[in-house]
């Protein structure tokens, strides 16, 4: 089962582009890289998945090297809004279809 | 997609009672998952529900302490007993649809 590592925390100001790095050396051949954001007060939202190289929806980029041990969500020009936090998780699920959680990023951005 | 409805959003309970959490899904689903997320923690998973089935827990998790039903595939409950100030969290319940996880809103709980 991959773990992931995530910053505990990152911040930003408005209009930058954001960059999260999530480690999971042990990501198996048939593993996903998911990512999901969480605001106060709610559950967790799909942003977005990928296998390999770079999948990109209006939302965010997710890049991922070749030897997958690694990837990276990319928030272009980020807003207030977009204070969250954001988790990695690869697998998405393990082999009982469940959902694994890390601890997460917290991402603050600043006027 | 899925819409799921989380009732209550919260509540604030005396200890030694128990709570009763209600989930609904807008379509029918294998699985539902229900997860508790502590003060400013990640989401734990306590169990996950099948339906015509008894529900299969994690690690820590004991049916006595949170008892689940599952009577059909867009409905489930989880009750939080015996509750102490420990058991202060949201609670969420979630399901997937293909490869998309859909959480509801979750539900606050204060145990006094």
């Known amino acids: 089962l991959a773990k992931t590592t995530q910053p505990i925390s990152m911040d930003s100001y408005e209009g930058q582009e954001v960059n999260i790095t999530c480690s999971h050396n042990?990501?198996?051949?048939?593993?996903?890289i998911t990512w999901y954001q969480q605001f106060p007060s709610q559950g967790p939202r799909f942003i977005i998945q990928?296998?390999?190289t770079k999948v990109t929806n209006e939302v965010a980029s997710l890049f991922i090297p070749a030897d997958r041990k690694s990837s990276t969500l990319s928030l272009p020009r980020v807003s207030l809004s977009d204070t969250a936090v954001y988790y990695c998780?690869?697998?998405?699920?393990?082999?009982?279809?469940?959902?694994?959680f890390g601890s997460g990023t917290r991402l603050l951005v600043r006027p | 997609s899925a819409v799921i409805s989380q009732k209550p959003s919260r509540d604030i309970c005396q200890r030694g009672t128990s709570l009763t959490i209600q989930c609904q899904v807008d379509?029918?689903?294998?699985?539902m998952f229900w997860y508790r997320q502590q003060p400013g923690q990640s989401l734990t998973l306590i169990a996950t529900?099948?339906?015509?089935?008894?529900?299969?827990?994690e690690s820590g998790f004991v049916i006595d302490k949170f008892p689940i039903s599952r009577p059909n595939l867009t409905f489930s409950t989880l009750t939080v007993s015996n509750m102490s100030p420990e058991d202060s969290s949201i609670y969420l319940c979630?399901?997937?649809?293909?490869?998309?996880?859909?959480f509801g809103q979750g539900t606050r709980l204060t145990v006094v």
């Open positions: 979630s399901v997937d649809v293909g490869t998309e996880a859909f």
């Open positions: 998780l690869s697998p998405w699920m393990d082999s009982s279809y469940k959902l694994i």
């Open positions: 990928g296998y390999k």
């Open positions: 042990n990501i198996a051949t048939n593993d996903y």
């Open positions: 529900a099948n339906q015509g089935s008894e529900a299969t827990y």
């Open positions: 379509s029918q689903v294998t699985m």
